[in-house]
Structure formats: structure tokens, C-alpha cells
């Protein structure tokens, strides 16, 4: 995904939370915030790791 900025929302594509994107680093490692419950969890991510459509979501079929 090249169109990452931070707020953007994101998962992993192997299937996550719903994260945050908080900042690009330098390397262009994506560092993102999500929450674990009440504890809030940060960690960073290759942006090939990632999608901005939710994994879990099975589309619609099309109507007629």
C-alpha cells in the first residue's frame, strides 16, 4: 500500500484488529496503534503487511 498516512486504518492482511496508522518511519516502516482491551498496543509493520480492507469481510454478492 503506497497511499498509507497516518489515521489511516489498516490490517494485517493474515487477519488483525482494526490499527491505526501513527507514523512512517524513515525506513518506511508503518508504526500503528491498536487496543489489546483497554491497554493500547503500538508496533510497526512492512506496508506490504498491510490492507486497508478488512480481511475478515465477505463482499455482497451482486444484486440483480
Known amino acids: 500500500m503506497s497511499d498509507l498516512q497516518p489515521g489511516t486504518i489498516v490490517w494485517l492482511k493474515s487477519g ?15 508504526n500503528c496503534s491498536w ?3 483497554a491497554k493500547k ?18 463482499p455482497l454478492p451482486p444484486t440483480r
Open 16 to 30: 488483525s484488529p482494526p490499527m491505526t496508522v501513527a507514523s512512517i518511519a524513515e525506513g518506511g516502516r508503518v
Open 35 to 37: 487496543f489489546d482491551g
Open 41 to 58: 498496543v503500538n508496533d510497526h509493520f512492512r506496508p506490504e503487511q498491510l490492507t486497508d480492507k478488512n480481511p475478515t469481510l465477505t
